[in-house]
């Protein structure tokens, strides 16, 4: 009987881990996700609720001085909520499965692991179908593009005369 039970919690733990793949994201990683869920839903073309549905590359470059630049490759999964919803647990609102995946890439600059508004940060998201090789690159090349050209200070231009 204890076996039964023990079992049936962890695939109860299991399944809330499933459906909510958000958590598996650490705080500086969420912010870039719900900046693009919050552009999304300014977007008129955009009738549904998204909710996030699997990080696909993660990675930052240590600036210095608690600096971060952040990338982040993901895919949003459309709802059965309207769009503006406030409360998407999914037992609220359950994934469609026929719509495709929306496909976003952000990349910012942190500071203390908080968003920073300069350089602007940079959202890109696409209905999967449509996302070209050249959006890709492009969507490298404009992250890459941030974290090298910050003009951020470094400990050399640091003058002590």
Avoid: W
Avoid at 62 to 87: I, N, Q, S
């Amino acid at each position: 009987m204890a076996a039964l039970l023990l079992f049936l919690l962890c695939a109860a733990a299991v399944l809330i881990s499933a459906q909510e793949p958000n958590n598996e994201l650490s705080t500086q990683y969420k912010q870039g996700v719900d900046l693009a869920l919050q552009q999304l839903s300014l977007h008129a073309g955009v009738h549904h609720h998204f909710r996030f549905l699997r990080s696909l590359q993660k990675s930052e470059i240590e600036g210095g001085f608690g600096v971060k630049y952040v990338y982040l490759h993901f895919h949003l999964k459309p709802t059965r909520c309207a769009k503006g919803t406030t409360d998407s647990s999914p037992q609220r609102c359950p994934f469609r499965n026929d719509r495709p995946l929306m496909d976003c890439a952000v990349c910012y600059k942190t500071v203390g692991d908080e968003m920073e508004t300069n350089p602007k940060p940079y959202v890109h998201c696409i209905q999967r179908p449509r996302l070209t090789e050249e959006m890709t690159t492009n969507r490298l090349e404009h992250c890459k593009k941030m974290s090298y050209n910050s003009g951020a200070p470094t400990l050399l231009a640091v003058s002590t005369g």
